[in-house]
Nanobody, 123 residues
Framework: QVQLVESGGGLVQPGGSLRLSCAAS????????MAWYRQAPGKTRELVAAISRGGTTNYLSSVKGRFAISRDNAKNTVDLQMNGLQAEDTAVYYC?????????????????WGRGTQVTVSP
């Protein structure tokens, strides 16, 4: 059974930094794209940053220059370094991964989500 487990959320003052980490565990063939999403109260979930297996990244425009996504393919992890945090960044942050499994000679790909970690930016 594949699981994504996040860590690193918390309370930080405006202008501060946090680093989120997510580790995939279980049995699978490969991890394709990985990403971080967030959902603030009363708002829809939005893509914050994504990274391909080869390292190509893309970011939500409001976090460009402040956040950096990275991954370690050997460890099956993805991190999000968040600097210059603002009150508008307050949300639950979710790890996402597109994972391919193998059963016999068959491959199947599906989306996986972590349970989320709370990030609160407040004085």
């Amino acid at each position: 059974q594949v699981q994504l487990v996040e860590s690193g959320g918390g309370l930080v003052q405006p202008g501060g930094s946090l680093r989120l980490s997510c580790a995939a565990s279980g049995s699978f063939f490969s991890i394709n794209a990985m990403a971080w999403y967030r959902q603030a109260p009363g708002k829809t979930r939005e893509l914050v940053a994504a990274i391909s297996r080869g390292g190509t990244t893309n970011y939500l425009s409001s976090v460009k220059g402040r956040f950096a996504i990275s991954r370690d393919n050997a460890k099956n992890t993805v991190d999000l370094q968040m600097n210059g945090l603002q009150a508008e960044d307050t949300a639950v942050y979710y790890c996402y991964a597109e994972i391919t499994g193998k059963t016999g000679i068959s491959y199947s790909t599906r989306d996986y989500w972590g349970r989320g970690t709370q990030v609160t930016v407040s004085p």
